[in-house]
Each structure stands twice: as structure tokens, then as C-alpha cells.
């Protein structure tokens, strides 16, 4: 059975820093590229950052200088670093993996977590 759990929300300040982790299970990570989404309350779900199946990233201009992506293939598991973190960055933060080499967007995902929450305040 396919699943993605993301992990490492909550409450921070401005400026703060977090890291979010989407372990996955059921399917080889290797073979998917792996995307972070977000979505803030009346907001459409947005794009963040996207890992290829090589290592490849790519990042939102909201958020580039900001934040990382990293992967750790053995463990299953992709990481967004979030540094100097701002209060329009408060949303539910969710991992995706999609098929292929890189991010298609939010409807070319094949599988989805169910999300952890990020607030930005203070």
C-alpha cells in the first residue's frame, strides 16, 4: 500500500526555522520525483519545491534561497529545510510523488500525504 506521512509542522516565529519530512512507503522513492505543495486557508494549493528521481531541484520564487529539498533514498524518506520563515508561509504543507523525472504539478501527482501544518507567528 502506498503512502506518504509528512512530519515536522507547528507553531514558529518569523524568521524561525523548520524541517518537514515525507516518509514514504510502498513504492521504490528512487523512481519518483517528489514534490512539496502548500495550501493556505482560501488559497489554492501551490507549488513549492520539486526533487528528481536524480536530484534535481527546483523551487517557487516565494520560497528560493529559503528553503531546501533534500532526499535520502536508503530511508525513504525527502525533507524540505525551511529557514527565515515568514508569516505568509503559515499553510498545510504537503509531500507528492509523481512517476517519472520532475514535478508535473499539482494534478500530474499519482500520490499524496495528508498534509502537516506550518504557522508562521508570533
Known amino acids: 500500500q502506498v503512502q506518504l506521512v509528512e512530519s515536522g509542522g507547528g507553531l514558529v516565529q518569523p524568521g524561525g526555522s523548520l524541517r518537514l519530512s515525507c516518509a514514504a512507503s510502498?513504492?521504490?522513492?528512487?523512481?519518483?520525483?517528489i514534490g512539496w505543495f502548500r495550501q493556505a486557508p482560501g488559497k489554492e494549493r501551490e507549488g513549492v519545491s520539486c526533487?528528481?528521481?536524480?536530484?534535481?531541484?527546483g523551487y517557487a520564487d516565494s520560497v528560493k534561497g529559503r528553503f531546501t529539498i533534500s532526499r535520502d533514498n536508503a530511508k525513504n524518506t525527502v525533507y524540505l529545510e525551511m529557514n527565515r520563515l515568514k508569516p505568509e508561509d503559515t499553510a498545510v504543507y504537503y509531500c507528492?510523488?509523481?512517476?517519472?523525472?520532475?514535478?508535473?504539478?499539482?494534478?500530474?501527482?499519482?500520490?499524496w500525504g495528508k498534509g502537516t501544518l506550518v504557522t508562521v507567528s508570533s
Open positions: 526533487i528528481s528521481s536524480d536530484d534535481a531541484s
Open positions: 510502498g513504492f521504490t522513492l528512487e523512481d519518483y520525483a
Open positions: 507528492a510523488a509523481e512517476l517519472g523525472y520532475f514535478c508535473s504539478g499539482p494534478t500530474g501527482m499519482d500520490y
